[in-house]
T-cell receptor
Framework: DQQVKQNSPSLSVQEGRISILNCDYT??????FLWYKKYPAEGPTFLIS?????DKNEDGRFTVFLNKSAKHLSLHIVPSQPGDSAVYFC?????????????FGGGTRVLVKP | NAGVTQTPKFRILKIGQSMTLQCTQD?????MYWYRQDPGMGLKLIYY???????DKGEVPNGYNVSRSTTEDFPLRLELAAPSQTSVYFC?????????FGAGTRLSVL
């Protein structure tokens, strides 16, 4: 039972254009959402997050949108750069869960073409 | 800043062997975690700890054991390695909602 799903395993985008990554969740107790970026042979690194009390959070080229009624969030990267080529993971946590545990999606591999 | 450090980076085990994956953090975080990532999949939680002396099972704990004697260290023990434990293992620590990850240990069981 996958509580967090990233339905697009891969995405190819031209440099300078927008990358849109999508994530769906089923657990209504999730109240905090994060995006992580992962390069090969490295650990995931935190990118951006959003609390369930907000519907948008922006940090430079990265914006995360949250639609609670649809249980859907998305990450927009604009403009996309070749260095953005990586695997992106969506993750969610529930405040009531002990230990601030995260549930991860399966990841989306992004390739930004020069 | 070292952050979260994992050793070794790579290891090949024979079926039935045992080993300990080491994880240490220098951020004085109370919470620590062990995940495994199989090819093309997301990270699955094996065990976590909310402080020294306190550990609990995650989603996929079978075949693993952990201990947390200090705030800094959270080793993961495989007692009888099986091919199904071939994976990349990540350790993480957190203060609040954001988890910080080590570079991972790639383990093959043959």
């Amino acid at each position: 039972d996958q509580q967090v799903k990233q339905n697009s395993p891969s995405l190819s985008v031209q440099e300078g254009r927008i990358s849109i990554l999508n994530c769906d969740y089923t657990n209504s107790m999730f109240d905090y959402f994060l995006w992580y970026k992962k390069y090969p042979a490295e650990g995931p690194t935190f990118l951006i997050s959003i609390s369930s009390i907000k519907d948008k959070n922006e940090d430079g080229r990265f914006t995360v949108f949250l639609n609670k009624s649809a249980k859907h969030l998305s990450l927009h990267i604009v403009p996309s750069q070749p260095g953005d080529s990586a695997v992106y993971f969506c993750a969610a946590s529930a405040k009531i869960a002990a230990g601030n545990k995260l549930t991860f999606g399966g990841g989306t591999r992004v390739l930004v073409k020069p | 800043n070292a952050g979260v450090t994992q050793t070794p980076k790579f290891r090949i085990l024979k079926i039935g062997q045992s080993m300990t994956l080491q994880c240490t953090q220098d951020m004085n975080h109370n919470y620590m975690y062990w995940y495994r990532q199989d090819p093309g999949m997301g990270l699955k939680l094996i065990y976590y700890s909310v402080g020294a002396g306190i550990t609990d099972k995650g989603e996929v704990p079978n075949g693993y054991n952990v201990s947390r004697s200090t705030t800094e260290d959270f080793p993961l023990r495989l007692e009888l390695a099986a091919p199904s434990q071939t994976s990349v293992y990540f350790c993480a620590s957190s203060h609040g909602n954001i988890q910080y990850f080590g570079a991972g240990t790639r383990l093959s069981v043959l």
